[in-house]
């Protein structure tokens, strides 16, 4: 089985795929990040996102999409913005039949670490460890979507 993370942006959009061999061992699929200009407008900052997305789902085809929900305190343009993009990631995993699943930040550094209010840092190292990868991936954005997919990962394993 294969699960997309998404930390989901306009500028920024971190993907990352893990498989679950048939022990429940997790391995790295794919990571890394989807880039729009922002001096472009919304419309083909958004079509870039839907584009890009679905050749990754083509290529890497996953069964089950975990994607961070929203949580902004202040500036609401900026979630306005992350908003659509979400419902572009949704879309695509509907359109592509992929079991989607939404987690808080709180959850998935609760899931990854063990600690709802653990750092940045904490949780990308975590990612590291769970994965057994030599380094933390990079960007941070592809850190935080493989922090999803293992959050998924092991929110299915309890509900079994």
Same mark, same amino acid.
């Given at each position: 089985?294969?699960?997309?993370?998404?930390?989901?942006?306009?500028?920024? =959009?971190?993907?990352?795929?893990?498989?679950?061999?048939? @022990?429940?061992?997790?391995?790295?699929?794919?990571?890394?990040?989807? @880039?729009?200009?922002?001096?472009?407008p919304d419309s083909d900052r958004l079509f870039t996102i839907y584009d890009e997305l679905k050749q990754i789902i083509q290529e890497t085809k996953p069964q089950v999409m975990a994607?961070?929900? =929203?949580?902004?305190?202040?500036?609401?343009?900026?979630? $306005?913005?992350?908003?659509?993009? @979400?419902?572009?990631?949704?879309?695509?995993?509907?359109?592509?039949?992929?079991?989607?699943?939404?987690?808080?930040?709180?959850?998935?550094?609760?899931?990854?670490?063990?600690?709802?209010?653990?750092?940045?840092?904490?949780?990308?190292?975590?990612? @590291?460890?769970?994965?057994?990868?030599?380094?933390?991936?990079?960007?941070?954005?592809?850190?935080?979507?493989?922090?999803?997919?293992?959050?998924?990962? $092991?929110?299915?394993?309890?509900?079994?």
């Open positions: 089985m294969k699960i997309l993370g998404i930390d989901p942006g306009t500028g920024i =959009l971190g993907f990352g795929v893990i498989g679950i061999d048939a @022990r429940g061992k997790l391995q790295l699929v794919d990571a890394g990040v989807i @880039r729009t200009p922002v001096n472009q994607v961070e929900k =929203l949580f902004f305190a202040q500036n609401v343009t900026t979630a $306005m913005s992350v908003s659509q993009a @979400r419902g572009v990631v949704l879309l695509l995993g509907k359109q592509h039949d992929l079991e989607l699943h939404e987690y808080t930040p709180l959850q998935i550094k609760q899931a990854v670490t063990g600690y709802g209010k653990a750092d940045k840092k904490q949780v990308q190292e975590m990612v @590291r460890v769970i994965l057994g990868l030599g380094a933390v991936p990079k960007p941070d954005d592809a850190a935080d979507a493989l922090a999803a997919a293992i959050c998924c990962s $092991m929110s299915r394993k309890a509900s079994a």
